[in-house]
């Protein structure tokens, strides 16, 4: 081990004796990175300055938000031209197709992530102990089994519920609107409550 460690230090000490023989290599001046200009910020000195920017931003904000894909330089270039008074790139047909068909990608783009983000989860999920899936693919788990019969789709229930996303954020809670719901075994609910009704004892 001490040989090997020799062998190292010593080709270590070969390189760094080379490296000081080499001719030093010459140097450039360094490239100037380009300076960001911003832009000038308007004056507002009346109300209606001050409601144009307060739209502007608004509407920005509203659109960054929710439409990350958008081409900003398209948007602010049609919003100059509609402005100015010069004629348009679209018509108002191909406007609607247009939007139409952003629209539905945009709705796609966004529930396939929801979609394999629940997938992952109920991959996950039914690993559980005490989980249950059945042929449709519910999955459920019962706390505590009820003693009386169970439900069947011609039923009538009155339950409690709480409902949660996959991030565990709760959206409803029946609990603590101290109010059961009351609803119709199949038919007044999705097709997981209708067929998980029906596996509850009661």
Avoid at 36 to 45: D, H, T, Y
Avoid at 96 to 123: H, M, P
Avoid at 127 to 153: D, H, N
Avoid at 158 to 179: I, K, P
């Amino acid at each position: 081990m001490k040989q090997i460690a020799t062998i190292v230090l010593s080709g270590l000490i070969a390189v760094g004796a080379n490296a000081q023989t080499k001719a030093k290599p010459k140097t450039t001046a360094p490239v100037k990175k380009p300076v960001s200009v911003q832009p000038a910020q308007p004056e507002l000195k009346t109300l209606a300055d001050s409601a144009s920017y307060a739209i502007g931003q608004n509407l920005a904000q509203s659109i960054s938000k929710d439409l990350k894909s958008l081409n900003k330089d398209a948007f602010l270039t049609a919003i100059k031209t509609v402005f100015d008074g010069k004629e348009a790139k679209f018509g108002e047909e191909e406007i609607r197709s247009i939007l139409t068909e952003f629209s539905v990608k945009e709705e796609e783009n966004q529930s396939k992530a929801t979609v394999e983000a629940g997938v992952a989860f109920l991959e996950k999920n039914k690993t559980r102990p005490g989980v249950k899936t059945t042929a449709s693919g519910l999955q459920y788990e019962i706390i505590k089994e009820g003693t009386g019969v169970k439900p069947t789709a011609a039923d009538t229930v009155v339950c409690n519920y709480m409902g949660m996303l996959l991030d565990s954020t709760e959206f409803d809670n029946s609990y603590e609107r101290g109010e059961p719901l009351t609803i119709a075994v199949d038919g007044g609910v999705i097709q997981g409550w209708t067929e998980g009704l029906q596996l509850m004892s009661t």
